[in-house]
């Protein structure tokens, strides 16, 4: 599932539970699940908060391709969730030596 903060807070934590980030009302989040087949953080929600609940069959289905939905899931997962990260870093180091010896 997905999950939209309708009214309250949610912490996320990584899988050492470190403190990632505080959601707060409009923020989404969740959806590395459904794309990825893979969970990486936790999150906690305060009292009284409220969740909005999309499954990953509806998830998947409103994912169209160079939709304003598909656009903003691209960028958190490029930009913000840093996802590609590590294969940015890779690429960078092949690039830089591809000129010198083996």
Known sequence: NCY?????????????????????AGSFFGFQGPIFKKRT???????????????????????????????????SVIYKDKFFESLDIFKSKVLSSINKEP
Do not use: R, W
Not at 5 to 17: A, T
């Open 4 to 24: 939209i903060i309708l009214e309250g807070e949610v912490h996320i934590f990584d899988k050492f539970n470190n403190f990632q980030e505080d959601l707060e």
């Open 41 to 75: 953080n936790s999150a906690i929600a305060n009292i009284g908060t409220v969740l909005c609940i999309i499954s990953q069959t509806l998830f998947m289905e409103v994912l169209q391709p160079f939709s304003k939905f598909a656009n903003y899931i691209t960028k």
